[in-house]
């Protein structure tokens, strides 16, 4: 069973900064391509960023590309979301996912999912 978990959410101030982390674990030696996506109340899955399982390629949002960072330690199953310059509308659950196909996706066709970590956003 592959197992991903968020940590890093919380509340922060508008303009300020978080950074998300993400685990991918399973029990063969697989290498995840990983991506970030967030939910707000009332609205639909949102990608953010996606990267491959080696880290060669990034895809991200318009909305947040000027914005958010993602990066992964190599071929470790571990990739972070660097959010910078925080918004109120960007205030929501930010979930990892991680697939077993080596490019990064932008739907959420992802095989794998995490429970979610709550950002919110004080204005």
């Known amino acids: 069973q592959v197992q991903v978990v968020e940590d890093g959410g919380g509340l922060v101030q508008a303009g300020g900064s978080l950074r998300l982390s993400c685990t991918a674990s399973?029990?063969?030696?697989?290498?995840?391509?990983m991506g970030w996506f967030r939910q707000a109340p009332g609205k639909e899955r949102e990608f953010l960023a996606g990267?491959?399982?080696?880290?060669?390629?990034?895809k991200y949002a318009d909305s947040v590309k000027e914005r958010f960072f993602i990066s992964r330690m190599g071929t470790k199953n571990l990739a972070y979301l660097h959010m910078n310059n925080l918004e109120p509308d960007d205030t929501a659950v930010y979930y990892c996912?991680?697939?077993?196909?080596?490019?990064?996706?932008?739907?959420?066709?992802?095989?794998?999912w995490g429970q979610g970590t709550q950002v919110t956003v004080s204005s």
């Open positions: 996912a991680a697939d077993k196909r080596p490019g990064y996706l932008v739907t959420t066709e992802y095989a794998y």
């Open positions: 990267v491959s399982f080696d880290g060669g390629a990034s």
């Open positions: 399973g029990p063969t030696f697989t290498i995840y391509a």
